[in-house]
């Protein structure tokens, strides 16, 4: 199973939005809402912030925000802030029960 | 407080085997799937096997297929991770992850520490 492809860095100047893609397939991204995004600062494990597309555990800020359309998930963060300074990753479900995590991207607040 | 620690990593020579462990605390363990997901040094991260809340659904990675064994003793709230046939692409550090369902529904809520395991 390949890797989700993301691009490798974003930045953006506190107060800003960015937006981060996650292409896959028709057999991961397009074929399931089961896309979720991960957050991981330097040092520390990845921590959940975007679940199934959309959706936002009750300690992730309104400013992040998922999306999806056709093998294409998004990641956007609005009004940036330098803590938002981190890696992050998209996971899919896969038609082979299996999960598959993008190649992560480094996003940099200016 | 949910928390997930393991333990059991350490410097193993190539096609030798290893056990990692994962004690879970602050909720009720036998209710979730669990997983492990590694991550090379610098690297992305990576999905190496799943296993529902009753051990009877288990799913790995092609990559270790074979090779690993994930089970679970829900009476020690533990999670473990048998890895026999070690190679030096094994090298990474290994995270405990909770699901949030039953089964292997692939959502990640809570996440270890990671324990690290040098195959060289």
């Known amino acids: 199973q390949s890797a989700l492809t993301q691009p490798p860095s974003v930045s953006g100047s506190p107060g800003q939005s960015v937006t981060i893609s996650c292409t896959g397939s028709?057999?991961?991204?397009?074929?399931?809402?089961?896309v979720s995004w991960f957050q991981q600062p330097p040092g520390t494990a990845p921590r959940l912030i975007i679940f199934?597309?959309?959706s936002r555990p009750s300690w992730v800020p309104y400013r992040f925000s998922g999306s999806k359309s056709g093998n294409t998930a998004s990641l956007t963060i609005s009004g940036l802030q330098a803590e938002d300074e981190a890696d992050y990753y998209c996971s899919s479900y896969t038609t082979r029960n299996t999960l598959v995590f993008g190649g992560g991207t480094k996003l940099t607040v200016l | 407080e949910v928390q997930l620690v393991e333990s059991g990593g350490g410097l193993e020579q190539p096609g030798r085997s290893l056990r990692l462990s994962c004690v879970a605390s602050g909720f009720t363990f036998d209710d979730y799937a669990m997983h492990w997901v590694r991550q090379v040094s610098g690297k992305g991260l990576e999905w190496v096997s799943g296993?529902?809340?009753?051990?009877?659904?288990?799913a790995y990675a092609d990559s270790v297929k074979g090779r690993f064994t994930i089970s679970r003793d829900n009476a020690k709230k533990s999670l473990y991770l048998q890895m026999n046939g070690l190679r030096a692409e094994d090298t990474a550090l290994y995270y405990c992850v909770k699901d949030t369902r039953g089964y292997t529904y692939f959502n990640m809520d809570v996440w270890g520490k990671g324990t690290t395991v040098t195959v060289s």
């Open positions: 296993i529902t809340w009753n051990s009877a659904g288990r």
């Open positions: 028709s057999s991961d991204v397009g074929g399931y809402d089961r």
């Open positions: 199934e597309v959309n």
